[in-house]
C-alpha cells in the first residue's frame, strides 16, 4: 500500500490551501482517514481524521477554517484548508487505516508528508 500526498505549498496568510492523498495497492477496504502534521520542534499532532461513515473531527486549532473529506471510489482524502496563518505552519502526513487484500486486519499506513509554509 502505498499513500501518495500532494497539495503543499507556499501561501500567505489567510490564503487557501487543497491537499490530496491518494492510497493505491492491494487495498480491500479503508476505515478511518485522516490528516496529521508536525511543525519543528514539535510533536506530531492530529488535524482532521473523517471515518468510512464519514464523521469527522477536528482539532480546536483548525475548526472552522479545515474541511476533511474522502472520495471512497478514488481511496483519496481531501484537506481544504482556508483562512490559513502562519502557525499552520508543518509538514503534514497523510494516514489511513487499510485492509489489504487476504488480510484480516486494519493497519495504519502513512503518507510522505507534504510541506504547506505560511507567510505573514
Known amino acids: 500500500v502505498q499513500l501518495q500526498a500532494s497539495g503543499g505549498g507556499l501561501v500567505q496568510a489567510g490564503g487557501s490551501l487543497r491537499l490530496s492523498c491518494a492510497a493505491s495497492g492491494s487495498i480491500f477496504s479503508i476505515n478511518a482517514m485522516g490528516w496529521y502534521r508536525q511543525a519543528p520542534g514539535k510533536e506530531r499532532e492530529l488535524v482532521a481524521a473523517?471515518?468510512?461513515?464519514?464523521?469527522?473531527n477536528y482539532a480546536d486549532s483548525v475548526k472552522g477554517r479545515f474541511t476533511i473529506s474522502r472520495d471512497d471510489a478514488k481511496n483519496t482524502v481531501y484537506l481544504q484548508m482556508n483562512s490559513l496563518k502562519p502557525e499552520d505552519t508543518a509538514v503534514y502526513y497523510c494516514?489511513?487505516?487499510?485492509?489489504?487484500?487476504?488480510?484480516?486486519?486494519?493497519?495504519?499506513?502513512w503518507g510522505q508528508g507534504t510541506l504547506v509554509t505560511v507567510s505573514s
Open positions: 473523517i471515518t468510512s461513515g464519514g464523521s469527522t
Open positions: 494516514a489511513a487505516d487499510v485492509m489489504c487484500v487476504g488480510l484480516l486486519q486494519h493497519h495504519r499506513w
